[in-house]
């Protein structure tokens, strides 16, 4: 079983900062990729950034330049830090987690609940 679990959303006004967490635990053989979604109401789920093991990032460019994804492998855990907040940036956000588990070792994809934010004066 493997369990992934995202904090550190909430409310904050255009321009303001957030910073999103999420760890990975159970049984777990190895991490690969590590990403970020963002689902707006009426929209479809899409990327926001990913980072390999190795630390190679990828990003939707509407979050370029104000959004860092970061990750500790030690910790099996995913950082998102957002800067430079738009109302547009608001969403409900979800980790993925691109891993092997011990039971089988077959690569699959697992998501966690979900943090919302929100961009709002």
């Known amino acids: 079983q493997v369990h992934v679990a995202e904090s550190g959303g909430g409310l904050v006004q255009p321009a303001g900062s957030l910073r999103l967490s999420c760890a990975a635990s159970g049984s777990i053989w190895r991490i690969y990729v590590m990403g970020w979604y963002r689902q707006a109401p009426g929209k479809q789920r899409e990327l926001v950034a990913a980072?390999?093991?190795?630390?190679?990032?990828n990003y939707a460019d509407s979050v370029k330049g104000r959004f860092t994804i970061s990750r500790d492998n030690a910790k099996n855990t995913v950082f998102l830090q957002m800067n430079s907040l738009k109302a547009e940036d608001t969403a409900v956000y979800y980790c993925?987690?691109?891993?092997?588990?011990?039971?089988?070792?077959?690569?699959?994809?697992?998501w966690g609940q979900g943090t919302q934010v929100t961009v709002s004066s």
């Open positions: 980072i390999t093991p190795g630390g190679m990032t």
């Open positions: 993925n987690v691109d891993c092997a588990a011990y039971s089988d070792n077959v690569r699959r994809n697992y």
